[in-house]
């Protein structure tokens, strides 16, 4: 019944005219073409495009990262976010500050391209996720799971924990 329930939906799904082959793409090009995520599209309200707070802020990238640096003890930029990392590193590094419970700010590299050059460009690091601890830039993953294991990390989250 199962199977015979599903081969049913199977075949719906590929005689329906978007999951045919067409002139400038595949079934998935054809989907995206319906997508809303488009910034100016003309069909969608003013009220459910995106928006930056960054450009209404009047401050620069740079001044955002230097002044996310400053004010949190530990920062970290990374792909998601520490309760929903999207990429192993960033799992890696979140899971290994969570172990000594100090609070964590972040923010999502992928939401914002030109954020994420600022960041790389404010640090000369290319890869995230990028870790800065007492406004000092620590490294990524490896690095903190280095420092973990020896010992450092806990002796630096300690400074940052009595600046709270």
């Given at each position: ?28 090009q ?17 009220d ?35 309760d ?28 914002d ?10 640090s ?33 989250l ?7």
């Amino acid at each position: 019944m199962a199977r015979s329930l599903a081969n049913i939906i199977y075949k719906g799904l590929a005689a329906s005219p978007a999951a045919r082959p067409t002139a400038s793409g595949s079934f998935y090009q054809s989907i995206l073409r319906f997508s809303t995520s488009v910034p100016n599209d003309p069909d969608t309200h003013e009220d459910f495009r995106p928006t930056s707070k960054v450009e209404k802020s009047g401050l620069s990238l740079n001044d955002i990262v230097e002044q996310d640096i400053k004010e949190n003890p530990v920062m970290i930029y990374m792909k998601g976010v520490p309760d929903l990392p999207r990429c192993g590193f960033s799992a890696l590094a979140v899971r290994v500050l969570k172990e000594y419970s100090v609070p964590l700010s972040a923010r999502n590299i992928l939401e914002d391209q030109e954020l994420k050059n600022a960041v790389k460009s404010f640090s000369h690091w290319p890869t995230f996720p990028q870790i800065f601890i007492n406004g000092e830039f620590v490294g990524g993953s490896d690095i903190i799971l280095n420092m973990h294991q020896n010992g450092e990390l806990k002796q630096k989250l300690e400074v940052a924990a009595k600046q709270q």
